[in-house]
């Protein structure tokens, strides 16, 4: 929305009298506002400073020293919004802010001395079409951090379609309660699963009964989480793991109803989007760790093109996210890209490296499941960055494998290993570390 050339000074909007008092906010405004925040993470105070021309500044003072970084989103209108950052006066440089969803940290120009300093961030480069408003949101305005921690790490499950075939098995719960109670010794950020939560359904739904129950402590906790689905997850796979009707397995690995029905995008906590309302068979969460900004994009088994398509812009339009995809089927146990798609897929995980995997430069990880026991590979994009890719399958039927993985954005290094918290088994040989492997700050 464009305003006439009238200042409009605001610390806060005020509110009409009578009307709830706007949320407090470190920026006084002239030609913007102060508005809810809609952007992830949310920031403390809840809002942010909207910018809507090239006379809208925003101005805060911050005591500290180090570089100043904002926190931005943005509306693209045939480009993303540019602004310039002022700090006591003299120009500290600009900076576009690519991602309308996501506070991107933006560092702006050299560090400063200890001191109190005044902050000046001005909108530069608006424009407005019939079809579109370039606009911008700064949502925070802060001193670079040393004190950042570096390291935390994330947590990927295996198939659990074992541990849910009887009400008396605990290993799934188990599984999240121990990921819980030891979630400040991790620095555990966000959990993430490669598919089979179950096995098959039944009449009662039993197995999504106890998976659902299983994933409660996460929630709880406020532990924002992710499963990719697999085949045993929809209609396809019938009583015992076969195919349920072998005429229309290909329609029926699409039809994911009952697990939708138990879980859902409010569930997960951190979903920002979906390739189909209502479904978090392709869905991309995202958050902040170790200083930078993540994506995990969970994508069905051996996905339509028309998902691979949708992977790509979410992808595109997300440049400052280390993204992580998940999907059920991708390496096998050596190592090696999985070629077809079981005979009832729409593509392959071939398909899916050339289409998707190989084509960003800020996708880092890759996590699958549904064959083999466990493996990993490394790949090298188009554009001639690593990609991490991970196999953790394993089937047990005794105990409750986890694979965690500590990522330490200093060293620009990601140290992975498997435990089973259930009887305490460790797996060494699937331990791995790897550095250099290019992380976007």
Known sequence: MKLAAVAVVAAAVLPPTGAAAAPASQFTVVNGAIRTATGTPVPPSGTHASLWSNS????????????IQIGAIGDNCEGWPTVEVTVDGAVAGRTTIVSATSYGTYPVGAAVAAGRHVVRIQFVNDRQTAACDRNVHIAYARMEFATTDPKFSFAVMPDTQQEVLNATDTRFRQRTTWLVNNRAALDLRFVTHSGDVVNWDTPDHSQYVIARDAMRPLETAGIPYALAI???????????GSARD???TRELVRDTTVFNRYFTAAQYGAVRGQFE???VDNSYSTYEAGGVQWMVITLELWPRPEVVTWARNVVAANPRHNVTVVTHDYIDGNGNIEQTNGGYGATSPQYLFD??????ANIRFVFSGHTGVAGNRVDTGVHGNKIYSFLQTFHSGTTNPVRLVEVDTAADSVRTWITAPFDNTSFPQYDRTFTGIGLVH
């Open 355 to 360: 289409n998707l995997i190989s084509q960003y």
């Open 277 to 279: 309302a209502g479904k």
């Open 246 to 248: 072998p005429a229309h």
């Open 56 to 67: 809208s500044v925003a101005t805060t003072t911050i005591d500290g020293s180090g570089r």
């Open 230 to 240: 697999g085949n045993h997850d929809t209609q396809a796979t019938g009583v015992g």
